[in-house]
């Protein structure tokens, strides 16, 4: 008789060696306390109080010393004992933030990816079709032209016509240059909600999946409050809000002067914000209003939204918070921009913008 033998369920059983369950919980706590690993351990250390992660064969110190011997941190320097993420554990923080944020990867189908414009970087497929005028001799299928010939001239009346010939499909792929704009303004942590460490988590999966599975796109992040300015790769797990105002125009004019360096037709934007633009220069002096829709301040930001729609610049904004004054202002920035607009959850922010990079990446070419 053929059957399923069932054994016990033991809770945690599938969820790998002791160290890589703790070392899930420990990333997740570096990105809230941007990468204070002393920080970070207090509260593991708390955790495993309460919810019993370690055990008699495998404890806290156990641990710790696979950290370092693993290679996940290091002392800051020889006067300083204190320990820091090395580069291994910034890259196994955004290959988890990847995994979790973008987990639907593996559940898509293969080369879903379309765009409005032709790109480069062109990929041959096992599909051939009769050529066209226009097309690329350099896509010739050499052998299945001339045994094309063959078959409609003989050997003896050998000719190689127009009819006779045929082309490699091909599929292009795309080159998207994106800026990532992050706000850390005050509010990302205000009335003890936290929305930077989301947002964090999501412009780390963003790169890790630029830079591994896009190769050839480019990828600028910035960040902005009172001003704005660029962040590398990786610093993400290391940001923290400052005590700021939320000046919109100060990013997206340094988010288009990064894009006008990038020798590239397909450029996009991508906010990641909670509040209503608050701030803007005016020469050296800032000029604040947290208090309502400021017009001033509006009509800066939506002039500078147009401005990128006439340089042909989508701007796509994840709107963290649902209050009716703050989506009127999206609606209007958006529009103004003819970009998209998302009010997600914190849950939902790595979703959306997961499925508006892959509708923006390859268009397939007859």
Known sequence: MIGWQFSEFIPGANEGSPFERLLKVFQELLVHTSGNVSEALSWLTELDKEYKLTNENYGMADFIQDLIDKGFIQ?????????????????????????????????????????????????????????????????????????????????DNFQLTPKDLEVQETLYQSQMSTVLMIDISHSMILYGEDRITPAKKV??????????????????????????????IKDLPYLQVGPYHTNTVAGVELAMDLL?????????????????????????????????????????????????????????????????????????????????????????????????YKNNKRKRHR
Request: aromatic letters at 10%; hydrophobic letters at 35%.
């Open 260 to 356: 006008r360096r990038r020798r590239n037709p397909n450029k996009q934007i991508f906010m990641i914000t909670d509040g209503k633009p608050t701030c803007i220069k005016k020469g050296k002096k800032y000029y604040k209003n947290s208090f309502g829709l400021d017009r001033k301040i509006v009509n800066r930001t939506l002039n500078l939204a147009t401005r990128c729609r006439k340089l042909d610049i989508p701007i796509t904004t994840f709107m963290i918070a649902r209050d009716p004054y703050l989506v009127s202002f999206v609606e209007q920035f958006t529009k103004a921009n003819n970009g998209k607009a998302f009010y997600s959850s914190l849950q939902g922010l790595g979703e959306f913008i997961f499925m508006d």
């Open 203 to 232: 412009a780390m999966a963003l790169a890790e999946l630029i830079t591994t599975r896009y190769p050839k796109d480019t990828l600028d992040i910035l960040v902005f409050g009172n001003d704005a300015w660029q962040i590398e």
């Open 75 to 155: 002392p800051q320097d020889p006067q300083n004992p204190n320990f820091v993420p090395t580069a291994k554990m910034e890259i196994a923080i955004r290959q988890k933030s990847l995994e979790d944020t973008f987990g639907q990867l593996k559940k898509s189908r293969s080369g879903k990816h379309n765009t409005r414009y032709g790109g480069k970087g062109d990929e041959f497929t096992s599909d051939k079709r009769p050529y066209e005028f226009g097309d690329k001799l350099e896509n010739l299928a050499v052998s299945e032209s001339l045994k094309n010939a063959q078959i409609n001239h003989g050997i």
